[in-house]
C-alpha cells in the first residue's frame, strides 16, 4: 500500500483491518483513521506502535516556542533552529524520540517511527495538541522542568550560592531555585511558572 504513514492508526478495507503489506484489489474501499483520543484500539488492529517509555520529542526548526513549553513541563525535548530533515530523522532513530513537525515530507520518511504533524500555529494550541495526543498529563506531575533554553535537567541549589545574582524582589520573596548547570541560569517559581501553570490546567 506504500510507505507507512507515523499519523495512520486504523485501516479498514472493506470493513476488515489490514497492515500496509496489503496489496490493492480492483473494487476495494478503503477507510484510514489517525490515532483517536476516546479510542483505543487492540494491539492486533492498531497500526501504530506503542511508545515504550516517558516520551521525549525533536522537534523541527517550525517549533520553538513548543519546545520551550515542553522542556517547561518537563519532557526531554531536543531542538534546534537549524536542524535539516535528514538530522532530525537520524537523530530520533538514535535516541528514540518522538518527531514534531509542520512538514508532511519530513514525517512521511522510511524510517520515522514515532511523529505528529502539529497542525495548528498557535504554541498554546500546539501544546495541547500533543499533551492530548501521547496523553502527558500522565508524566507531569507539576514539580518538574527542564532548562527551556537548553534542555538540561535543572538541579535544586541553594539560595546564599547565587543570592549575589538575585533582584532585591526575588531575594525578599523566594527561597527555593534550581539551576542550569549548562546555561547557568537560575530558575525559581515566579509569575511565569504559575502562568504556564494555568495554561496546563
Not at 531536543?78 to 535528514?86: E, H, I, K, L, V
Not at 514515532?114 to 495526543?133: C, G, S, Y
Not at 533554553?149 to 541549589?157: A, F, G, P, V
Not at 517559581?189 to 494555568?198: A, D, I, L, N, Y
Request: hydrophobic share 35%.
Amino acid at each position: 500500500m506504500g510507505i507507512p504513514h507515523p499519523e495512520v492508526a486504523l485501516i479498514l478495507r472493506n470493513s476488515q483491518a489490514i497492515d500496509f503489506s496489503y496489496l490493492v484489489q480492483p473494487g476495494d474501499f478503503f477507510s484510514v483513521y489517525p490515532h483517536l483520543y476516546n479510542l483505543k484500539l487492540p494491539t492486533a488492529k492498531s497500526l501504530l506502535s506503542k511508545y515504550p517509555a516517558k516520551p521525549k520529542f525533536i522537534l523541527d526548526v517550525h517549533l520553538g516556542k513548543l519546545a520551550r513549553y515542553l522542556r517547561r513541563f518537563g519532557f526531554d525535548t531536543a531542538y534546534r533552529n537549524d536542524y535539516q530533515d535528514q538530522e532530525i530523522v537520524e537523530q530520533a532513530v538514535r535516541d528514540k524520540r518522538i518527531i514534531l513537525s509542520r512538514d508532511l515530507g519530513l514525517l512521511m520518511r522510511k524510517k520515522v517511527k514515532w511523529a505528529k504533524f502539529i497542525w495548528h500555529d498557535d504554541p498554546q494550541v500546539q501544546l495541547k495538541e500533543v499533551f492530548l495526543r501521547f496523553n502527558l498529563d500522565q508524566y507531569y506531575p507539576g514539580q518538574e522542568s527542564r532548562c527551556v533554553n537548553c534542555n538540561s535537567k535543572l538541579i535544586e541549589i541553594k539560595k546564599e550560592e547565587i543570592i549575589e545574582r538575585l533582584e532585591p524582589k526575588t531575594k525578599k520573596y523566594f527561597e527555593k531555585f534550581k539551576y542550569c548547570q549548562q546555561c547557568d541560569k537560575i530558575y525559581w517559581k515566579g509569575s511565569h511558572f504559575e502562568e504556564t501553570e494555568e495554561l496546563l490546567d
